[in-house]
């Protein structure tokens, strides 16, 4: 939960509403005229008569576009003018704090486009505000089966995230969750040198590290070996699973830290100060002393390196971890990773899942066709998800950035799994290949090219196999947990910052041997004195508010 540059949702709240109504803005910023025809059919993917839309958007320093293309004009805004009948407008662009800069003062003179792309911090405070257009009747309205389709795989969820005080107030971009799984991978090549059985437990991973570190696995002689890999952002676990990360241990002691959730009573608390992280940490800080953990985890400047050179014997990390694992085997042929879900004490698998949705469509209060936005999201969503035959054209290694209003991913939830079970179909000849969309016939390819050698080209192999043995894993039955809170309060943006510097020192110290265990109770003392009570109080009101 990284600071950002934006003012606060108060403020922000306090100057768009004083501004509110000073300017009709530009192009079709007016106010809607009497209601069309309820029942009218209505075309989801094209307005009936060119329209002009104005936005503007970020676009980072190092995107690049072919020769003689422009940010105002290339093949995406074409494409989508010739689809949709919309006409973008870019206002301005800029990149990083350039763009936060420009957003922020745009927003506190409500000098708003027609549209655009925002993250939640900024959509609360425009919903807050009143200063965006309520979606909920161009949704029903507009959106297409694919759409639908799509928001109904997260279980409505992401339209949830988009709603504010029963108002749908954007449209969500979605997720994959898959990327929340944090995977244990283990040298299954040193498992049966040493005789050993896959890790089913925490304390299995335990045993197995010890016999990784002490019994010489790779033969060289040598006592250089590591049983667990770590990296200095092991010990903060966001939604999100990273490669070397610690997220799938802290899990399997129902540990979430750098999250928000709901205590057994129904409160809102954050979980980096809960027992259950003190528990962890007091194991991981048993390993380390005993050696199972690289000594040098928390200096790493390229924690892959353990991996790649062959050194490690496990790390946790996320289902599409196999270009890393190929890098090792390029190294060392005899590399032999293979992934498993560690469960808690009760044999229950957790994941923090990531947030559903993080970036909103929205549309300035007052815009004339809020369903352009409707009918750019549709075709976006064909487009990005090629089932657009006129899609296939577009050269997609071009940055996603340019699309009129910039990149979000709009995809199934369960997007990793699904591909999996249409791979293995084609694989076994229950799906013929002629049936395969372009993304998946490409992979199919790869997988078929050599079923002897499967890893006879790792490029090939590296870029399907995340869809087989971890997407099988993927379909486990898992308890998931949801992050209750991920925008930013008013003394977040004033304490966050050393209240994560205190958390990450502390976390540290207490796995290197630096502090005992105990200091994580004067932990939890110093960080609810220094903000932490105040910020779970306005994160426990926000999250009221929005439901009133």
């Known amino acids: 939960m990284k600071k950002q540059a934006l003012v606060t949702l108060t403020t922000l709240a306090l100057l768009m509403a004083a501004c509110s109504g000073n300017q009709e803005g530009a192009g079709n910023t007016v106010k809607e005229p009497a209601a069309a025809d309820p029942n009218a059919k209505v075309d989801p993917f094209k307005m009936p008569s060119p329209v002009e839309v104005t936005t503007f958007k970020s676009v980072s320093a190092g995107a690049k576009l072919p020769a003689g293309d422009t940010v105002e004009s290339n093949q995406y805004m074409k494409y989508i003018s010739q689809k949709t009948n919309i006409n973008f407008k870019i206002l301005w662009y800029a990149s990083g704090p350039d763009y936060d ?79 929340a799984a944090s995977l244990l991978w283990v040298r299954k090549d040193w498992l049966d040198k040493l005789g050993l059985q896959p890790p089913k437990t925490v304390d299995d991973v335990i045993a197995i590290a010890k016999a990784f570190v002490e019994k010489d696995p790779d033969g060289n002689g040598k006592a250089d070996t590591v049983g667990l890999a770590g990296s200095e952002s092991s010990l903060s676990v966001p939604g999100k699973a990273q490669r070397i990360d610690f997220k799938g241990f802290f899990q399997a002691f129902g540990a979430y830290p750098s999250n928000w959730i709901k205590d057994s009573s129904g409160k809102i608390v954050y979980a980096s100060i809960l027992p259950e992280t003190k528990q962890a940490l007091g194991k991981l800080r ?23 050179s062959g050194r490690a014997g496990m790390f946790f990390g ?11 085997m390029k190294n060392n042929p005899k590399v032999d990773y293979v992934p498993y879900l560690i469960p808690d004490a009760k044999g229950v698998v957790n994941n923090m899942m990531i947030p559903v949705s993080n970036r909103f469509i929205v549309v300035k209060k007052g815009m004339k066709h809020p369903e352009a936005a409707m009918i750019y999201a549709n075709t976006f969503i064909a487009a990005q998800r090629k089932v657009d035959p006129d899609a296939l054209k577009l050269d997609f290694t071009v940055s996603a950035e340019y699309w009129p209003i910039g990149n979000a991913t709009y995809d199934y939830a369960d997007a990793v799994e699904r591909k999996s079970d249409t791979l293995k179909k084609a694989m076994s000849g229950e799906v013929k290949p002629e049936a395969l969309n372009p993304e998946m016939k490409e992979m199919y390819d790869k997988a078929m090219r050599d079923k002897q050698n499967p890893k006879a080209d790792l490029k090939d192999w590296s870029g399907y196999y995340g869809y087989t043995v971890p997407a099988d894993l993927l379909k486990t039955k ?30 540290f110290k207490i796995v290197m041997g630096q502090q005992p265990l105990e200091s994580f109770d004067q932990f939890v003392t110093d960080w609810k004195a220094q903000g932490g009570d105040e910020i779970t109080k306005e994160i426990t009101d926000e999250i009221n508010k929005a439901k009133k």
Do not use: H
């Open 101 to 179: 800069q420009k957003m922020k003062l745009a927003v506190a003179s409500n000098d708003l486009p027609d549209m655009m792309l925002v993250d939640e911090q900024m959509f609360l405070a425009l919903a807050e505000a009143g200063q965006i257009e309520d979606l909920t009747k161009v949704y029903e309205r507009y959106a297409s089966p694919l759409t639908k389709e799509l928001y109904a795989s997260t279980n409505n969820k992401a339209l949830e995230k988009a709603t504010y005080k029963g108002k749908l107030m954007g449209i969500p971009n979605i997720s994959v969750q898959a990327d």
């Open 318 to 328: 996320p289902w599409w971890s196999g270009g890393l694992i190929a890098d090792a």
């Open 286 to 308: 048993e390993m380390y002393a005993a050696g199972l953990i690289d000594k040098e985890f928390a200096l790493l400047k390229d924690p892959n390196q353990v991996v790649v």
């Open 478 to 507: 898992m308890n998931q947990m949801f992050s209750e809170y991920t925008a930013v309060t008013k003394t977040m943006e004033r304490k966050w910052a050393n209240l994560q510097k205190l958390e990450k020192e502390t976390f």
